[in-house]
């Protein structure tokens, strides 16, 4: 079993910044790739960014490339996701999630570990 913890959301101005925290614990050795999902009130919960555990290589949704930057630190079991630029558009719940396996990295079902959430609110 993995256990994520998410911190690091709040409420911020558009084109303001954020930078959220994912923390792994657990059997955090087992993870292949972290993801960051976001999930806007009435709508489904949708990909924003992975990143491989071990390599490091990265994914982005369209709508975050050149805003957002994934990046992890092993040691810590650590995975962060810097938010720049951020729009109203941004605001959401966001999760992180750890998959055991590779596979598509958009893809929900790919993921067998979440944590709870965080909000990100960003005001006109």
């Known amino acids: 079993q993995v256990q994520l913890v998410e911190s690091g959301g709040g409420l911020v101005q558009a084109g303001g910044s954020l930078r959220l925290t994912c923390t792994a614990s657990g059997r955090a050795l087992s993870i292949d790739r972290v993801g960051w999902f976001r999930q806007a009130p009435g709508k489904e919960r949708e990909f924003v960014a992975a990143?491989?555990?071990?390599?490091?290589?990265?994914d982005y949704a369209d709508s975050v490339k050149g805003r957002f930057a994934i990046s992890r630190d092993n040691a810590r079991n650590t995975v962060y996701l810097e938010m720049n630029s951020l729009e109203p558009e941004d605001t959401a719940v966001y999760y992180c999630a750890a998959a055991p396996v590779g596979g598509i990295v958009s893809w929900r079902s790919n993921y067998s570990y979440w944590g709870r959430g965080t909000q990100v609110t960003v005001s006109s």
């Open positions: 990143i491989e555990w071990s390599g490091g290589s990265t």
